[in-house]
């Protein structure tokens, strides 16, 4: 039986502490307070001893996955390991200490920081210019899509209402797409996983307002083609939308805006040194190429100096790297991602079997165990299964494009051992659907909880003791 399974209010016993403080003088100050302002009786808390508490909070700090307790293969959302030593450049007292309201010409650190962060991203992306306005990835995307609306409309041209979005794309991008107030237009992808241009063309015209695109898309496949849709999607009078997102595997690789994007955002609480997930603080700066700088909103930082925290961890991840480093990082986590995909094809389906990026979907097992009377495995049960060995989760059933998806994105950071190991426990599991499939789906067996009803655990969570 784990400590955890005894809340420590249920270890609570009347008159137990674990504290004792000298008798002091400052007792007596509690009678000065009025009546109206003291509780009618002492708080609910448990008593216990030091101990009790010491291993209540260390439990409790142990039944959270994070990515410096495991390997985090979470698609879409580049769950690399972020190096401490930026942690420790975005505490330094003289950033830390600053004052939300300090007068503009006591911050010039701050602006040198986010003048240097607009040269190092443009030249990282092809772009000009970047805004640091947008604290996350929708954010930015809709911040861009008001700026490519912004482009049109300064040139009288009012009739183009309509944006493209890939049937691959991220969910994000046809919401944000929609709150801009433009109407929606899917394009097709082919077999191979990439945008068909020939089902492009019939959708262009001079409603077109542009195209948002992921290169590499969600499939981690890179849109060969980019180049070709690019001259198509400006030669109808459109604009390209970068969702830089999945930027990771492209630094210094290729640039966005050297494949013909016009306006695009980066997601620096992914690929720049701050951890996505958990709903913390996030930066998704909005980098435009030269026809649409004039359309920069100014200031090009958010109130009392933006999410500045984030800014200087992907501030200080880059000068780390440099200019040769930084591209290996791009290139490790495409590594990551084939030797992966290659060492389990045998046991997951894989759908797109070519070369990947940074990421890669399969669709389930390929012997999932099914029999008479007996349910196969299913993505659900080997995500569950992967807890049990101590691996966080791929990201499941997502993209759509696949009624099984498990989307894998390794990272740069993980050691060949950890990849390995990983590799391992996906076979095993695989073993262990075509042996005993009703044992993978009441997974996972170890962890402190099982399988919650995730609606309810969502909408209505029990956060609170009721004794
Ligand atoms: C994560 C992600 C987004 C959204 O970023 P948020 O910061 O979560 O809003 C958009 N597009 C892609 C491809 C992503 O992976």
């Known amino acids: 039986m784990k400590y955890y ?11 137990r502490t674990g504290y004792s403080l000298p008798a002091s003088s400052a007792c007596g100050t509690a009678d000065a307070l009025p009546d109206g302002l003291k509780r009618g009786a002492a708080p609910a808390l448990p008593e216990v001893c030091e101990i009790d508490v010491v291993r209540h909070y260390t439990n409790l700090s142990q039944m959270n996955f994070g990515v410096d307790t495991g ?14 030593i930026n942690e420790e450049v975005a505490a330094m007292p003289g950033f830390t200490g600053l004052h939300p309201l300090q007068p503009a010409e006591t911050v010039k650190g701050v602006q040198t920081v986010y003048d240097e962060m607009d040269k190092a991203l443009a030249a990282i992306t092809g772009m000009k210019h970047f805004t640091f306005l947008p604290c996350a990835g929708a954010h930015g995307e809709l911040t861009g899509l008001m700026l490519m609306r912004e482009y049109h409309m300064s040139r009288g041209d009012l009739a183009r209402t309509k944006v493209i979005v890939p049937d691959s794309a991220h969910g994000t991008n046809p919401a944000s797409a ?16 990439l945008v068909d241009v020939e089902s492009l063309k019939p959708l262009l015209g001079p409603d077109i307002a542009g195209i948002m695109m992921t290169n590499p898309n969600t499939l981690g496949l890179f849109e060969r083609d980019i180049k070709e849709i690019a001259a198509l999607v400006h030669g109808c009078g459109g604009l390209l939308y970068y969702d830089g997102a999945n930027m990771n595997p492209l630094l210094g690789v290729v640039r966005p805006g050297d494949m013909g994007f016009d306006i695009m955002h980066l997601n620096l609480h992914k690929t720049f040194s701050t951890p996505h997930g958990g709903g913390g603080p996030g930066s998704g700066p909005v980098g435009v190429a030269d026809r649409v700088v004039p359309f920069l909103q100014i200031p090009r930082v958010s ?21 040769e480093n930084i591209r290996m990082a791009g290139r490790l986590a495409t590594l990551g991602a084939n030797y992966i995909k290659e060492s389990l094809k045998d046991c997951y389906k894989l759908p797109i079997p070519t070369v990947c990026k940074h990421e890669f979907v399969f669709d389930g097992l390929i012997n999932d165990g099914a029999r008479e009377g007996v349910a196969g495995a299913t993505t659900l049960d080997v995500a569950k299964r992967l807890l049990d060995y101590g691996f966080h989760a791929p990201t499941i059933y997502f993209p759509l494009l ?4 498990i989307m894998i994105e390794p990272t740069e950071t993980e050691s060949l051992e950890t990849l390995d190991s990983f590799i391992g426990v996906m076979r095993k599991i695989a073993e262990e659907a075509a042996a005993d499939p009703e044992m993978l789906h009441s997974a996972p067996h170890n962890t402190p909880i099982g399988r919650p009803d995730e609606t309810t655990a969502a909408r209505q969570p029990v956060l609170k003791y009721a004794a």
Request: a positive charge; hydrophobic letters at 40%.
């Open 303 to 323: 109130g009392f100096h933006g999410n500045f925290g984030i800014i200087l961890r992907a501030y200080a991840y880059i000068l780390m790297l440099g200019r």
């Open 5 to 15: 399974d005894k809340l420590i209010f249920e270890l609570s016993k009347p008159g």
């Open 178 to 193: 929609a709150v801009c107030g433009l109407e929606i237009v899917v394009v097709k992808s082919r077999e191979n996983g």
């Open 71 to 84: 390997f985090y293969p979470l698609g879409s959302c580049t769950m690399k390991y972020n190096p401490k």
């Open 402 to 405: 696949f009624h099984q998806a």
